[in-house]
């Protein structure tokens, strides 16, 4: 079936601006995981989805970031007024509950010039 | 919060020849423990995991291997092939705390024929 996606695969802005990040999880997934992957910093943790509760919001690096999750499915992470050090791989998972074993999508590139 | 470290950094081996990657965790009350792989511009890919109550897990040329006491983990995969080249993670959580994943810093395994 399908995995999960993430769109845009590349994005490149400029110092300041803001951007979106979108992710689709893996149908019937309720919990939804976001994640950075960048050459400093290795693999980590934003933030987390489970169901209707309140995200677990505790990776986020700054108040500059902020995610969302539309009715249950699609997330948006926004990233305002970017910087250079906000360059890095935004991943995206989903698992069908907490307790269950996630799948990541490929990926957006985020290059801030 | 949980520290996941990893060895080694790199690790190159002759096709067919075994490989043995190890990490070593901080929070005793980590519970669970997948391993990734991840080829160039994809996001990670989930090929084994195991829980706290099971000392080790094998599927085909993969296993993974568990020391609660020591607090170590390893992958080890055997008869390697090509195609195994790529960067692996670790990683840990404690499944009733939301499942965030803690990771290791990566080992690039080449393979050569």
């Known amino acids: 079936g399908a995995g999960v996606s993430q769109s845009p695969s590349n994005k490149v802005t400029e110092k300041g601006k803001d951007v979106e990040l979108r992710c689709d999880p893996i149908?019937?997934?309720?919990?939804l995981y976001w994640y950075r992957q960048s050459l400093g910093q290795g693999l980590e943790f934003l933030i987390y989805f489970q169901g209707n509760s309140a995200p677990d919001k505790s990776g986020l690096p700054s108040d500059r970031f902020s995610a969302e999750r539309t009715g249950g499915s699609v997330s948006t992470l926004t990233i305002q007024r970017t910087q250079q050090e906000d360059s890095a791989v935004y991943l995206c998972?989903?698992?069908?509950?907490?307790?269950?074993?996630?799948?990541f999508g490929p990926g957006t590139r985020l290059t801030v010039t | 919060g949980e520290n996941v470290e990893q060895h080694p950094s790199t690790l190159s081996v002759q096709e067919g020849d075994s490989a043995v990657i190890k990490c070593t965790y901080s929070d005793s009350a980590s519970n669970y423990f997948p391993w990734y792989k991840q080829e160039l511009g994809k996001g990670p890919q989930l090929i084994i995991d195991i829980r706290s109550n099971v000392g080790e897990k094998k599927d085909q040329r993969i296993a993974v291997t568990l020391n609660k006491t020591a607090k170590h983990f390893s992958l080890h995969i055997t008869e390697t092939q090509p195609e195994d080249s790529a960067v692996y993670f670790c990683a840990a959580s404690k499944g009733a705390a939301g499942n965030k994943l803690t990771f290791g810093g990566g080992t690039r395994v080449l393979v050569k024929p």
């Open positions: 998972a989903s698992s069908y509950s907490s307790s269950h074993e996630q799948y």
């Open positions: 149908s019937g997934h309720t919990a």
